[in-house]
């Protein structure tokens, strides 16, 4: 089996892993995990040889874009002192912990050594988090802030990453030109995004073709990232900054072709890559154990200390963090989403999991030194690193599920009831608005507008059902049905038409353009 057949093998099972993980009840990201590290004990499956430079920026940028799909500027700024404490300041307790014990319990292992280990095992997975929590029908404060989390920790830990490498191989080290690293590498990184998310809103205007637009949006992200590093800035930080401005600047009520084909485009993406991803952190287990060479046993051990003060330390951190939080939240009234409960802390503290980009910094350790030497403990500290990744993504993303359903916690169903009862009233009542401005102006039969009255309180009752009295629930029910009725003819007549069409491309003398644009008329009309 040679890299490209590895490839098409990863990419199947992404596909697979989903509704597979959907009837087991497990994450799909997990079970790609797994079936990765079943390949790599296969004889036949060649090791992987991917650049280590290259596992940030092909991986990282898709992913992190998709993941600001699913959230808003607004509610970072809502969130923003539960993020900071988990991902600011959990991520440098955690990097100062494990350096601490990696420094006393490896032999011959530097401080530097062990701070890098301790970046590189400390921010948890915003893949992971988001695609685990996001299946197990949580709270949605809880996926916000475990979102907010995995998006902002690996700024904070990259950079500190790097600097800590470059103590390692200059042999030198500076707290202020640190500090200074860490602020310089935020402002190039949100000014980069910034103003690549205006030319990009400029660009999208212009180009106006939904397939454009797509295209477009899947090479924001490299971009992004790529400009960014260049810059000596966080390329992490600067596709996060580009994507919340798109996200906040060029939401077009009305192109709902585009947003459909986009967030398709967008969910293939998501899946496609979430599963390489994790499929390749099974297969590195070629090198993790090539790395442990005759002292794996010991080197076990090591590992389990660190997996423990990782686990424990965001325990630790979290009771008194989620305890200050809500003290400031009853002080201050913010307007934030916070754990309510010991339950909800809890399942916080069993989804930090490691995953892609713990792998990636763990394979971009430099080999040697500037002055010509090996770079001191890689190979434990590459071992260290995917123990902690294998434990905690496997272990804890298996027994996740279990816990949720074990503590109860689950997302409060009457809230969002609420929520979509009040955007229908505000949509019905912004349909019948818009129908009495242009009553105003055009002069509508009767009928017509009796039917399109009809049809401004249709669209909330569609969205919630609640919004109509016990009383018209039984004439609203019937009405419906017979509207469900009528859709359903008019699907099969669209269908026979299609049909008709599609058959037509085999026929001598057809034009298939010709045949696909009426094809694609059918289409849109369908949807509508």
């Given at each position: 089996?040679?890299?490209?057949?590895?490839?098409?093998?990863?990419?199947?099972?992404?596909?697979?892993?989903?509704?597979?993980?959907?009837?087991?009840?497990?994450?799909?990201?997990?079970?790609?995990?797994?079936?990765?590290?079943?390949?790599?004990?296969?004889?036949?499956?060649?090791?992987?040889?991917?650049?280590?430079?290259?596992?940030?920026?092909?991986?990282?940028?898709?992913?992190?874009?998709?993941?600001?799909?699913?959230?808003?500027?607004?509610?970072?700024?809502?969130?923003?002192?539960?993020?900071?404490?988990?991902?600011?300041?959990?991520?440098?307790?955690?990097?100062?912990?494990?350096?601490?014990?990696?420094?006393?319990?490896?032999?011959?292992?530097?401080?530097?050594?062990?701070?890098?280990?301790?970046?590189?095992?400390?921010?948890?997975?915003?893949?992971?988090?988001?695609?685990?929590?996001?299946?197990?029908?949580?709270?949605?404060?809880?996926?916000?802030?475990?979102?907010?989390?995995?998006?902002?920790?690996?700024?904070?830990?990259?950079?500190?990453?790097?600097?800590?490498?470059?103590?390692?191989?200059?042999?030198?080290?500076?707290?202020?030109?640190?500090?200074?690293?860490?602020?310089?590498?935020?402002?190039?990184?949100?000014?980069m995004g910034l103003a690549l998310g205006w030319i990009s809103n400029k660009l999208m205007s212009v180009l106006g073709d939904a397939t454009l637009q797509i295209g477009l949006s899947l090479l924001v992200p490299f971009v992004s990232y790529v400009l960014a590093e260049e810059l000596h800035g966080s390329g992490v930080l600067a596709v996060l900054t580009?994507?919340?401005?798109?996200?906040?600047?060029?939401?077009?009520?009305?192109?709902?072709?585009?947003?459909?084909?986009?967030?398709?485009?967008?969910?293939?993406?998501?899946?496609?890559?979430?599963?390489?991803?994790?499929?390749?952190?099974?297969?590195?287990?070629?090198?993790?154990?090539?790395?442990?060479?005759?002292?794996?046993?010991?080197?076990?051990?090591?590992?389990?200390?660190?997996?423990?003060?990782?686990?424990?330390?965001?325990?630790?951190?979290?009771?008194?963090?989620?305890?200050?939080?809500?003290?400031?939240?009853?002080?201050?009234?913010?307007?934030?989403?916070?754990?309510?409960?010991?339950?909800?802390?809890?399942?916080?503290?069993?989804?930090?999991?490691?995953?892609?980009?713990?792998?990636?910094?763990?394979?971009?350790?430099?080999?040697?030194?500037?002055?010509?030497?090996?770079?001191?403990?890689?190979?434990?500290?590459?071992?260290?690193?995917?123990?902690?990744?294998?434990?905690?993504?496997?272990?804890?993303?298996?027994?996740?599920?279990?816990?949720?359903?074990?503590?109860?916690?689950?997302?409060?169903?009457?809230?969002?009831?609420?929520?979509?009862?009040?955007?229908?009233?505000?949509?019905?009542?912004?349909?019948?608005?818009?129908?009495?401005?242009?009553?105003?102006?055009?002069?509508?039969?009767?009928?017509?507008?009796?039917?399109?009255?009809?049809?401004?309180?249709?669209?909330?009752?569609?969205?919630?059902?609640?919004?109509?009295?016990?009383?018209?629930?039984?004439?609203?029910?019937?009405?419906?049905?017979?509207?469900?009725?009528?859709?359903?003819?008019?699907?099969?007549?669209?269908?026979?038409?299609?049909?008709?069409?599609?058959?037509?491309?085999?026929?001598?003398?057809?034009?298939?353009?010709?045949?696909?644009?009426?094809?694609?008329?059918?289409?849109?009309?369908?949807?509508?």
């Open positions: 089996m040679d890299q490209l057949a590895l490839l098409l093998v990863l990419l199947l099972g992404a596909v697979v892993t989903v509704p597979l993980g959907e009837r087991l009840g497990l994450p799909s990201p997990v079970l790609m995990t797994l079936a990765g590290i079943v390949l790599a004990l296969l004889p036949f499956v060649p090791n992987v040889q991917v650049p280590p430079d290259f596992i940030l920026p092909l991986l990282l940028p898709p992913l992190l874009y998709a993941a600001v799909q699913r959230t808003s500027w607004r509610q970072f700024a809502a969130n923003v002192r539960p993020i900071l404490l988990l991902a600011v300041a959990l991520v440098f307790v955690t990097m100062a912990a494990v350096a601490a014990v990696a420094n006393s319990i490896v032999p011959g292992l530097p401080i530097a050594a062990a701070v890098a280990l301790g970046a590189l095992v400390a921010p948890p997975d915003p893949v992971a988090a988001t695609a685990v929590a996001g299946s197990l029908g949580l709270p949605r404060r809880l996926v916000s802030i475990l979102e907010g989390e995995g998006l902002f920790n690996d700024v904070t830990a990259i950079v500190l990453y790097h600097v800590a490498i470059a103590a390692v191989v200059s042999g030198t080290f500076s707290w202020p030109n640190a500090v200074g690293s860490l602020v310089l590498s935020a402002v190039v990184a949100v000014a580009t994507a919340l401005f798109l996200a906040t600047h060029t939401a077009d009520a009305d192109d709902v072709m585009g947003r459909l084909a986009g967030n398709s485009f967008w969910q293939i993406v998501d899946t496609l890559v979430t599963g390489v991803a994790f499929g390749l952190i099974g297969l590195e287990l070629h090198n993790a154990f090539g790395a442990a060479g005759g002292h794996a046993y010991e080197m076990l051990g090591w590992g389990a200390a660190v997996i423990g003060v990782v686990v424990f330390v965001r325990l630790l951190w979290l009771l008194p963090a989620t305890w200050l939080a809500k003290r400031m939240h009853k002080l201050r009234d913010y307007d934030e989403e916070i754990p309510t409960s010991w339950r909800e802390t809890v399942v916080m503290w069993w989804a930090g999991m490691r995953g892609v980009a713990s792998v990636a910094l763990a394979l971009a350790i430099p080999l040697k030194t500037d002055s010509g030497e090996p770079f001191p403990g890689r190979e434990e500290i590459i071992f260290i690193a995917f123990a902690v990744i294998i434990a905690t993504l496997v272990i804890q993303g298996l027994t996740l599920p279990w816990l949720v359903r074990k503590l109860g916690v689950r997302a409060d169903t009457d809230a969002e009831r609420e929520l979509e009862h009040s955007l229908a009233i505000r949509a019905a009542k912004a349909a019948k608005r818009r129908l009495r401005e242009i009553e105003d102006v055009e002069d509508l039969p009767e009928e017509i507008s009796e039917r399109l009255q009809r049809g401004a309180g249709d669209i909330g009752v569609r969205i919630s059902p609640d919004l109509i009295d016990d009383e018209r629930r039984e004439w609203v029910t019937k009405r419906v049905e017979r509207i469900k009725t009528v859709q359903r003819i008019q699907r099969e007549m669209m269908s026979a038409a299609r049909h008709e069409v599609l058959s037509a491309r085999n026929e001598p003398g057809s034009d298939p353009e010709i045949v696909d644009r009426v094809l694609r008329h059918l289409d849109v009309r369908s949807m509508r």
